[in-house]
C-alpha cells in the first residue's frame, strides 16, 4: 500500500523545527511490514499561509494513498484543514486511521464518526499489521516493548531537519494530576537499550540530514533511571558527535552535579523544570512526589555549573486562585537570575485528575476542548474557562501579571494589548517597571527573527522592522499608556 501519514501542525515554539517523531515511528513499522510510506509533517515544514488551508487536501488528490494516517492533537481536529481531508479522504474512499494525544482522549467520540476507519491509542512500534488486521475500529495498543527508529529520511522537507528528536525512554512512574504525558506513554517507565542499534540511529543522521545542528532529547521522565541518563551522555561524548543536546524537561529530585556538567559539555545552555505552581497548597495538589524545597536545590545547582533554569508555571490548576498565583510569582521571584520564566494557562486534557475535578465541579462539560493560543502575540492568553474560584479573565490577568512582574520580554509583541489591559485594571505601575527592566531590545534582536524565520509567529518583517524600529533605542518608559503611537484613544 501507499500510506500517507499527516500531522496538521499548530503554531508553539516548536513549529517549523521539530519533527513529530509518533508519525516517524508508524512509518518505520510500515515499511517494515513492506508498503510505501510518506510523512507530510505540516507542524515540521508549515505550508505558506497562502496554501495552508488547502496543501493537505491538494495532497491527498494527487497522491491517491491507499491509507491515510493522521496524528492530531485536539486543537488540531478543531481546524477547517482537518475536517477538510477528512470529507476528502472519506470521499475518495481512502481509509483513515486517526492516532495522537486527540484520539486517546477522545477516542469514544472519534468512534462514532463514519469517516474515520480505525482509532489507534497506544504505541506502534513494530504493529502496523496488527492494527491492520484489526476487526475493532478502537485499537488500543498499550506500550511497545520494542524502541523502533523512526523514518524521518521520507518526509517530505526532511533535508531540511536541524532538530533530531529522540527517545532514551518512555513513560513515566508518577502520577501528577495534571499532566497528559503519563496517559499518551504510560505509568511505567522504560529505558531504551544503549546497545548498537541505538547508536546506529545517531550515526545516521549525518547521511540522512546533513543540516541537523540539536539532539532534542524529548523523554517525559529522562532522569527517572539517573545512571541510565549519565551512561547515554558519556556514552554521546566520548563518540564525538557534532550536535549540540537540549532535553525538554527534568524532575528537580532527579538531578546531581555529576549530571549537569555532563549536560553542560554536550551544550545545553537551559534545563526545563515543571513547577506548575509556588504556592504550597496548590503546589501539593499536584501530586508530583516531590517538594518544593528540592526544586529550590535544584536551580541552584543549575546556576552553578552554568545552565539556566526554565521554570515552567501554570495558570489555573485545580486549587489556584489570584491570590495563590501571586504567592506563586513571589516564589518564583525569590531565585535569583540568570532564570527564564514562562506562565501557561491550564489546558485540562480528558482523563486526567485536573480534567475530572473542573467536570465534577461543573466548572467544564465532559468534552471541552480548548481553543489553542500558544503564539507570543496572543499574550496575555484567553483564560479558557471560567472557574469557580478563577475566572477566565483573572487568569488572563494573571499570566500578563506573571511575566510583568519576572521582567518577561515576550510581551512587547502584543504591547498595545498589555497597555490597554494595563490601564483598565490598574496594573500600570506593574507595565512602567517591565518596560524599565526587561530584555527588550536583546529579544527582538535575537530572538522573534528565528521565530519569524521557523514560522513560529505570523508577523511578516516588515511588521517586525516596524516594532524593531519604535522599541529597540527606547530608553525611556511612559509615564501616561497612551504615550506611544498606536495606542487606543
Request: contains cysteine.
Amino acid at each position: 500500500m501507499k500510506v500517507m501519514l499527516w500531522k496538521p501542525g499548530v503554531y508553539d515554539s516548536t513549529r517549523g523545527e521539530l519533527p513529530t517523531i509518533g508519525l516517524a515511528i508508524l512509518a518505520t513499522s510500515a515499511i517494515e511490514a513492506g508498503h510505501d510510506a510518506f510523512i507530510v509533517d505540516h507542524h515540521f515544514s508549515p505550508p505558506p499561509e497562502d496554501k495552508i488551508e488547502t496543501e493537505a487536501t491538494d495532497i491527498v488528490a494527487a497522491e491517491k494513498p491507499d491509507l491515510l494516517c493522521i496524528s492530531a492533537v485536539s486543537h488540531e481536529w478543531r481546524m477547517s484543514r482537518v475536517q477538510a481531508v477528512l470529507d476528502l479522504a472519506h470521499d475518495m474512499g481512502i481509509p483513515i486511521w486517526v492516532g495522537g494525544p486527540h484520539a486517546l482522549a477522545f477516542w469514544d467520540i472519534l468512534e462514532k464518526d463514519e469517516r474515520v476507519t480505525k482509532v489507534v491509542t497506544g504505541e506502534a512500534d513494530g504493529r502496523f499489521n496488527q492494527i491492520l488486521e484489526s476487526t475493532e475500529k478502537v485499537v488500543e495498543l498499550g506500550r511497545s516493548e520494542a524502541f523502533n527508529a523512526p523514518s524521518f529520511s521520507v518526509m517530505r522537507d526532511s533535508e531540511n531537519l536541524i532538530t533530531y528528536p529522540l527517545f532514551v525512554s518512555r513513560g513515566c512512574h508518577y502520577n501528577c494530576t495534571f499532566c497528559a504525558a503519563t496517559q499518551v506513554f504510560g505509568r511505567r517507565w522504560r529505558a531504551r537499550g544503549l546497545s548498537e542499534s541505538f547508536w546506529q540511529e545517531l550515526d545516521e543522521i549525518a547521511v540522512n540530514h546533513p543540516k541537523c545542528e540539536l539532539i532534542s532529547v524529548i523523554d517525559d521522565a529522562f532522569t527517572q533511571d539517573l545512571d541510565h541518563a549519565k551512561e547515554f551522555l558519556r556514552e554521546y561524548i566520548q563518540r564525538g558527535y557534532p550536535y549540540k543536546v537540549s532535553v525538554f524537561n527534568v524532575r528537580a529530585d532527579y538531578i546531581d552535579d555529576e549530571f549537569l556538567v555532563l549536560l553542560r559539555e554536550t551544550g545545553v545552555e537551559h534545563l526545563a523544570v515543571g513547577i506548575e505552581s509556588g504556592d504550597p497548597e496548590v503546589f501539593r495538589m499536584l501530586r508530583k512526589g516531590e517538594k518544593l524545597e528540592q526544586i529550590d536545590t535544584a536551580i541552584k545547582m543549575m546556576q552553578k555549573v552554568g545552565i539556566i533554569p526554565w521554570l515552567n508555571m501554570i495558570v489555573g490548576l485545580p486549587g489556584d486562585t489570584p491570590e495563590a498565583h501571586r504567592r506563586s510569582v513571589d516564589w518564583v521571584l525569590s531565585h535569583d537570575k540568570p532564570r527564564v520564566v514562562q506562565w501557561n494557562i491550564f489546558t485540562p486534557f480528558r482523563g486526567t485528575p485536573a480534567y475530572d475535578f473542573f467536570v465534577k465541579r461543573g466548572d467544564i462539560e465532559d468534552g471541552y476542548i480548548p481553543e489553542f493560543q500558544g503564539r507570543y502575540q496572543m499574550l496575555p492568553e484567553d483564560g479558557m474557562f471560567d472557574a469557580e474560584d478563577f475566572t477566565r479573565e483573572q487568569k488572563t490577568l494573571a499570566q500578563m501579571e506573571g511575566y510583568l512582574r519576572c521582567n518577561t520580554p515576550i510581551l512587547i509583541l502584543s504591547d498595545k494589548r498589555v497597555r490597554e489591559l494595563c490601564k483598565k485594571h490598574d496594573m500600570w505601575d506593574l507595565y512602567e517597571n517591565w518596560r524599565r527592566n526587561a530584555p527588550i531590545a536583546e529579544f527582538l534582536e535575537n530572538t522573534v527573527p528565528k521565530k519569524i524565520a521557523k514560522g513560529q509567529e505570523t508577523m511578516d518583517m516588515d511588521e517586525y522592522n516596524s516594532i524593531l524600529a519604535e522599541f529597540k533605542n527606547d530608553n525611556e518608559y511612559p509615564t501616561d499608556p497612551f504615550v506611544y503611537k498606536g495606542a487606543v484613544p
